[in-house]
T-cell receptor, first 113, second 115 residues
């Protein structure tokens, strides 16, 4: 079962920051939060991940609350090409010595001109 | 780096036949690969974890005799949908993790249509 909940959809004006929230209140102490996005009929694309600290890369920033029960993905200057479904995912450990990504329902982000 | 290739990108098959989908890690070795299924307007659902040289681990509710997974080498995993039916029509996506890395790389997916 997915361990994340996200809003179904969001809009954002081109050039503005897109802030995508995610709740993961049942996350365990050693479970990472991952963000991927999927453009229609393509495989998911990695964006960023984190454990406790805020993270930033060339694509986005990830803000994780101190209690780790929620996080926010920030696209600093959204473009039309950022229109996609964004998945907040918790990486969970398995009983057979590996990890796996369990996808939630995702947020459909629409960037408009 | 870390490219995962899937083949075919789309396939149409007749009901009752079997279809094989390949997932290859092109520039790295992957001891573990993952197979997902995605229905229209839905999220990705993990079907199974494919382990090189051993049996795959299936998620609850996924029929292992219907979805045969073989991970015979460190760069190739295959998913065979046996005796396909129209309800098996879906978008199948594989993923692999580069050892020591943090990211899971996904293939571009295979759209299966069973008629």
């Amino acid at each position: 079962d997915a361990k994340t909940t996200q809003p179904t959809s969001m809009d954002c004006a081109e050039g503005r920051a897109a802030n995508l929230p995610c709740n993961h209140s049942t996350i365990s102490g050693n479970e990472y939060v991952y963000w991927y996005r999927q453009i229609h009929s393509q495989g998911p694309q990695y964006i960023i991940h984190g454990l406790k600290n805020n993270e930033t890369n060339e694509m986005a920033s990830l803000i994780i609350t101190e209690d780790r029960k929620s996080s926010t993905l920030i696209l600093p200057h959204a473009t039309l090409r950022d229109t996609a479904v964004y998945y907040c995912i918790v990486r969970v450990a398995t009983s057979y010595n590996t990890d796996k990504l369990i996808f939630g329902t995702g947020t459909r982000l629409q960037v408009f001109p | 780096g870390a490219v995962v290739s899937q083949h075919p990108s789309w396939v149409i098959c007749k009901s009752g036949t079997s279809v094989k989908i390949e997932c290859r890690s092109l520039d790295f070795q992957a001891t573990t690969m993952f197979w997902y299924r995605q229905f229209p307007k839905q999220s990705l659902m993990l079907m199974a974890t494919s382990n090189e040289g051993s049996k795959a681990t299936y998620e609850q509710g996924v029929e292992k005799d219907k979805f045969l997974i073989n991970h015979a080498s460190l760069t190739l995993s295959t998913l065979t949908v046996t005796s396909a039916h129209p309800e098996d029509s879906s978008f199948y996506i594989c993923s692999a993790r580069l050892e020591g890395a943090y990211g899971y790389t996904f293939g571009s997916g295979t759209r299966l249509t069973v008629v």
